[in-house]
């Protein structure tokens, strides 16, 4: 926490509620950094250093989205590190627990070196539906378990509430390692960790894939469009074979918003009611053939 000498008491309350809620939502905050007042008045136009001087100026990294446009151009897999690429490693498994363990010996992500632990998969790895999120949190990192946390919890009422329990799902992430203070992952670390979740989903041949957030949606459609207008339209996703290739097998698919999302945007549950809706009507097609 920055010092009075950076902020007004007023500000200074601002922020520890804001940082409180940020807790609540399960959210991290990274040690900010403070520049030091002379730094900060020489960077300041000069009609503004008096007015501003007691007002911090943090500096914190910015990620770049994961779209697939930048995914494509890193090679989808094409380690920066040595050793095989994840769609050489990823071709050798030939069932699930093959590639759970070709995935903890993994080295070409560098989120493996401040992750606590590899998180592969919950659920029943039979079942008709599979989830894919984007990357684990905190909580996920700890048990090596996706969706536990907050998030999870509520990934786990809304599907319960069209009648699908643990055992009528199969969960995992893009991205298998946390990213450090729970920020998204970066387009180089989505395209190195692609061919893992692709070749899970090949392995699990669910019936139906269900996308959720906009860095899912976008990595495994190839798609430009945010999660706003991807979400609710069922798509085919086409299967990967063992080399990356398009297969002619393709699974339904529906994108649907993040529940970490809906924890900070709670108006838009009833979209995601509706999704959730569309998704047991098309079940009960499925039941009835």
């Known amino acids: 926490m920055p010092s009075p000498d950076h902020l007004t008491q007023s500000n200074e309350r601002a922020l520890k509620a804001l940082i409180a809620w940020w807790a609540d939502a399960g959210i991290e905050l990274d040690a900010p950094i403070v520049r030091p007042r002379a730094e900060r008045a020489a960077a300041a136009p000069a009609k503004t250093q008096a007015s501003h001087s007691r007002e911090p100026v943090y ?27 994840a769609r050489e490693a990823a071709a050798k498994a030939d069932d699930i627990e093959a590639l759970r363990k070709i995935i903890e010996d993994f080295e070409g992500c560098t989120l493996k070196r401040t992750a606590r632990n590899t998180v592969f998969s919950r659920g029943n790895p039979a079942a008709k539906i599979m989830i894919v999120g984007e990357a684990p949190g905190r909580d996920e990192d700890e048990r090596g378990i996706p969706f536990v946390g907050r998030s999870g919890q509520l990934l786990d009422k809304m599907f319960a509430s069209i009648g699908l329990g643990e055992d009528d799902l199969y969960i995992s992430n893009i991205v298998n390692w946390r990213p450090p203070g729970n920020r998204n992952p970066t387009q180089e ?37 945010g999660i706003t207008k991807l979400r609710g339209k069922w ?3 086409a299967v990967k074979d063992a080399g990356g290739e398009a297969s002619d097998n393709n699974i339904s698919c529906l994108p649907i918003f993040h529940p970490s999302y809906l924890l900070r945007q709670p108006a838009h549950k009833r979209l995601a009611w509706a999704d959730l809706l569309a998704l047991k009507a098309h079940m009960s097609e499925i039941a009835a053939e």
Do not use: M, N
């Open 189 to 225: 670390e989505v395209a190195v960790c692609l061919p893992l979740i692709e070749r899970h989903i090949a392995l699990a041949k669910p019936d139906v894939l269900i996308l959720t957030g906009g860095v899912a949606a976008q990595s495994l459609l190839r798609a430009e469009a």
């Open 59 to 85: 500096d914190s990294p910015a990620p770049r989205a994961a779209t697939a446009a930048a995914a494509k151009a890193a090679g989808f897999g094409d380690s920066a590190g040595s050793g095989p690429s």
């Open 235 to 237: 798509t085919e996703y």
